[in-house]
């Protein structure tokens, strides 16, 4: 079944606790990306990731780090995590953003995981 | 102003009506755009994408792009009690390289029986 995977779905943590969520897609997509969700601001992107070793910051990298060693892998890195980040977190995966006719690519959505930062 | 807005709602329909949802952007180079509806909790899924002006009919859904007006929309008909759910606007504006997707805050639809 195709689909992308985060863990864990739920954490509770305090502040400056380095943690670590993982992605990870089994659809060989070369593009993945790492959002949050707020209440009133939409999702908004954090990360994203054309293929392996190549990342680019979203609208909302402070605080954040990522990398993409292998393809189906991209985990999301908080090292000092504050209260500010606590949210709603969702990995994506897709085979790009625009195909070279500007069709646009279905984005595929993890589960979510939802970090509460005391 | 911001890259995609929507009108955060809620937007209250009766069953059986047709819901309009509307979405702006600002990056006049954007070219494509997609309709994600969420459930409370639940991650998005893909409604509908469009990159060509004009309608684009799936089922119950309507999606329209007008490039020079720079909205979108999307047409529910036939609005059922199960579309209740909040749908999201995207788009990978030009200004991004079309390399990120930016969303809008949500429109909030609840269908009443």
């Known amino acids: 079944e195709a689909q992308v995977t985060q863990n864990p779905r739920y954490l509770i943590t305090v502040t400056g606790k380095k943690l670590t969520v993982t992605c990870s897609q089994n659809?060989?997509?070369?593009?993945m990306s790492w959002y949050r969700q707020d209440p009133g601001l939409g999702l908004r992107q954090i990360y994203y990731?054309?293929?392996?070793?190549?990342?680019d910051k979203g609208d909302v990298p402070e605080g954040y780090k990522v990398s993409r060693k292998e393809k189906r892998n991209f985990p999301l890195i908080l090292e000092s995590p504050s209260p500010n980040q606590t949210s709603l977190y969702f990995c994506?995966?897709?085979?790009?953003?625009?195909?070279?006719?500007?069709?646009?690519?279905?984005?595929?959505f993890g589960p979510g995981t939802r970090l509460t930062v005391t | 102003q911001k890259e995609v807005e929507q009108n955060s709602g809620p937007l209250s329909v009766p069953e059986g009506a047709i819901a309009s949802l509307n979405c702006t952007y600002s990056?006049?180079?954007?070219?494509?755009f997609f309709w994600y509806r969420q459930y409370s909790g639940k991650s998005p899924e893909l409604i509908m994408s469009?990159?060509?002006?004009g309608d684009k009919e799936d089922g119950r859904f309507t999606a329209q792009l007008n490039k020079a007006s720079q909205y979108v929309s999307l047409l529910i008909r036939d609005s059922q009690p199960s579309d209740s759910a909040t749908y999201l606007c995207?788009?990978?504006?030009?200004?991004?390289?079309?390399?990120?997707?930016?969303f809008g805050a949500g429109t909030r639809l609840a269908v009443h029986p």
């Open positions: 994506a995966s897709s085979r790009g953003v625009l195909s070279r006719g500007d069709k646009p690519y279905e984005q595929y």
């Open positions: 659809m060989n997509h070369e593009y």
């Open positions: 990731s054309m293929n392996v070793e190549v990342t």
């Open positions: 990056d006049r180079g954007s070219q494509s």
């Open positions: 469009i990159y060509s002006n």
């Open positions: 995207a788009g990978p504006p030009f200004s991004g390289g079309y390399n990120k997707l930016i």
